[in-house]
């Protein structure tokens, strides 16, 4: 598919994709759990923080080259893990493995062009995704489902199909109430299924009722809400690949998540669509920063719209970004071709704030970043928290 003309954001692809959704998938895609307020939080905040840029520091050269658990990669934003990829488009998940899998050269070295992660409710097989990566790396997402030898078996899969970390999602005992979903009766379309499932029960969804959606009767079916912190130290240990945990929003939980031997965090409240009145993933970043102290990286996600919010996640402590809702947008509008768009834009976003504040080259040393204001709290962030941040001078490129 060709990108149609006169997009140029990630809002116009949102307008132009709520526009060629049906109502179903739209308002799955777009929507958040009851009035909505953390969802809006999300984008809202990050207007919370502006850029104070340096002058005159040489902007001839810019890298956005970093790594995500020793992964190479020639930018920091991340394919956060979403579901149900083929309502947006016929391709589902290939489209965009396709885009994460892409490379090109940077700094000498032939890096990802982006870090996909692969939701457990993918419309695609987890072994169909990874090859279609064709070796690159990929991590994969896990729910642990009431039956937890069918949870292992998801988990022994995707080691042997080559997936390089788990990412345990950790906010979802019970699915939020997305009221949209319960009034639309939301039910998968019948020509497709959660395709790393093979029984009748985890691979469709119940019916709907008047109270919930049928993905909500799905989830309080299948999805075990008993999970503590001894389950993810087990995880752990029966595991060969690295464990990350995703919805982490307190700094207490990051320090369990550290001592249960996680190799990383993702700052998540699952896009808005868990619990509702939670604050932006951006408010929290730096205090789960602060609590691992150094012992993981930390990414984040929920809001992100452009290229300036990622360099203030960045600049507050974040390894990277992952971005959901974009991805699908750039899915609906444009297959393959939309999704690596919406990834280019936000590359080239983050380039340019980098080039105007005068932050050239990510770093991982532990410095203040005095780039970044908070307008609420009326002082720098370096006077509340040492960020792992943008390093100011020039290296040898």
Wanted: glycine share 8%.
């Amino acid at each position: 598919m060709v990108v149609p003309s006169g997009l140029l954001t990630i809002g116009d692809y949102e307008k132009s994709a709520t526009s060629l959704l049906p109502v179903h998938p739209r308002d799955y895609y777009n929507g958040g759990s009851e009035d909505e307020v953390t969802l809006r939080e999300n984008k809202r905040a990050f207007d919370d923080y502006t850029i104070r840029p340096f002058c005159l520091c040489d902007a001839s050269k810019c890298s956005l080259s970093t790594s995500f658990l020793s992964t190479s990669l020639s930018h920091p934003i991340g394919i956060a893990p979403t579901a149900f990829h083929r309502m947006a488009h016929p391709d589902g998940e290939l489209a965009t493995v396709r885009v994460g899998a892409s490379k090109r050269v940077v700094s000498g070295a032939k890096c990802s062009k982006s870090l996909m992660i692969a939701s457990s409710w993918s419309t695609i097989p987890l072994e169909d995704m990874k090859k279609q990566s064709n070796g690159h790396p990929m991590w994969f997402q896990l729910y642990v489902y009431k039956d937890r030898v069918l949870t292992e078996s998801i988990v022994r899969r995707a080691e042997k199909a080559g997936y390089t970390a788990i990412v345990l999602t950790v906010d979802t005992p019970i699915l939020g109430r997305r009221l949209t979903d319960t009034r639309n009766r939301f039910q998968l379309p019948s020509h497709l299924k959660f395709a790393n499932f093979a029984s009748v029960a985890q691979e469709k969804m119940p019916s709907a009722s008047n109270e919930s959606s049928a993905f909500m009767n799905y989830v309080s079916g299948q999805i075990d809400p008993t999970l503590t912190w001894k389950d993810v130290k087990e995880l752990t240990k029966a595991t060969s690949l690295p464990v990350i945990v995703k919805g982490v929003m307190r700094a207490e939980d990051a320090v369990e998540a550290v001592n249960s031997g996680v190799k990383g965090i993702i700052v998540s409240n699952h896009g808005g669509r868990q619990i509702d009145s939670g604050p932006a993933t951006i408010h929290i970043l730096r205090e789960i920063v602060e609590a691992v102290n150094g012992k993981v990286e930390v990414w984040m996600d929920g809001g992100i719209r452009n290229g300036r919010d990622v360099f203030k996640a960045l600049a507050l402590g974040a390894t990277g970004v992952f971005v959901g809702r974009p991805i699908l947008w750039g899915l609906t509008v444009a297959g393959e071709a939309g999704v690596s768009h919406v990834l280019e834009i936000l590359k080239q976003e983050l380039e340019y704030t980098m080039r105007l504040a005068d932050a050239f080259i990510f770093s991982f040393t532990r410095m203040p970043d005095n780039r970044i204001y908070s307008r609420s709290k009326g002082y720098r962030c370096s006077q509340i928290v040492l960020c792992k941040t943008l390093r100011f001078k020039m290296r040898n490129m």
